[in-house]
């Protein structure tokens, strides 16, 4: 069936960056954007930015740019976003879900299906 | 960026009730509007794309409507496993922002 299956828990330093991976299967993984979204504890969900997976361009919004980067790897259809210059106030769920086609509606971006997340929890 | 604001923040109700969460964009959206439902610890799940389309497997108690600037989703007969939060998302421009969220609890 269509998933998307992500890395484990990780704990961090702040200061320090953590790569997260988000495996799909089920689908052809270079037709859907990917996107990652994050939910800090007791908290709401914030938009991440997102990848083609088919060509590799990526949309970050302002307050992420500059310290997020998301790749992918085609062969294993994987992606990763990877964040750098943790603080506190980035322990948080993070969650990759598959958007629009690629060669469609941009303005089509639902979510579905989601990963299950991974939980990043940075402290000193 | 396009601001999403929904209301209630939460609510109590009971199984059966009729069931109405808003959504309202910052600016016009056209139909680029997005529910989703979460229960703790879990990803959320897509229930309505596009204003007012039912994802496959979703119950068709639930229900979405609006266009513009102002959203709904209506739950029409409230059951046990419907007791979650539901976000709302607009899709039509990036940054793409969600609503803060809407808590269902049982009354």
């Known amino acids: 069936q269509v998933q998307l299956m992500q890395s484990g828990a990780e704990v961090k330093k702040p200061g320090a960056s953590v790569k997260v991976s988000c495996k799909a299967s089920?689908?052809?993984?270079?037709?859907?954007?990917l996107h990652w979204v994050r939910q800090a504890p007791g908290q709401g969900l914030e938009w991440m930015g997102w990848?083609?997976?088919?060509?590799?361009?990526?949309n970050y919004p302002q307050k992420f740019q500059g310290r997020v980067t998301m790749t992918r790897d085609t062969s294993i259809s994987t992606a990763y976003m990877e964040l750098g210059r943790l603080t506190s106030d980035d322990t948080a769920v993070y969650y990759c879900a598959s958007g629009a086609a690629v060669a469609g509606i941009t303005e089509y971006n639902w979510f579905d299906p989601w990963g299950q997340g991974t939980l990043v929890t940075v402290s000193s | 960026d396009i601001q999403m604001t929904q209301s209630p923040s939460s609510l109590s109700a009971s199984v059966g009730d009729r069931v109405t969460i808003t959504c309202r964009a910052s600016q016009s959206i056209s139909t680029y509007l997005n529910w989703y439902q979460q229960k703790p610890g879990k990803a959320p799940n897509l229930l309505i794309y596009?204003?007012?389309s039912l994802r496959t497997g979703v119950p068709s108690r639930f229900s979405g409507s609006g266009s513009g600037t102002d959203f709904t989703l209506t739950i029409s007969s409230l059951q046990p496993e419907d007791f979650a939060t539901y976000y709302c998302q607009q899709s039509y421009s990036t940054p793409l922002t969600f609503g803060g969220g809407t808590k269902v609890e049982i009354k």
């Open positions: 596009a204003a007012s």
């Open positions: 089920g689908f052809t993984f270079t037709d859907y954007s």
């Open positions: 990848i083609n997976p088919s060509n590799g361009g990526t």
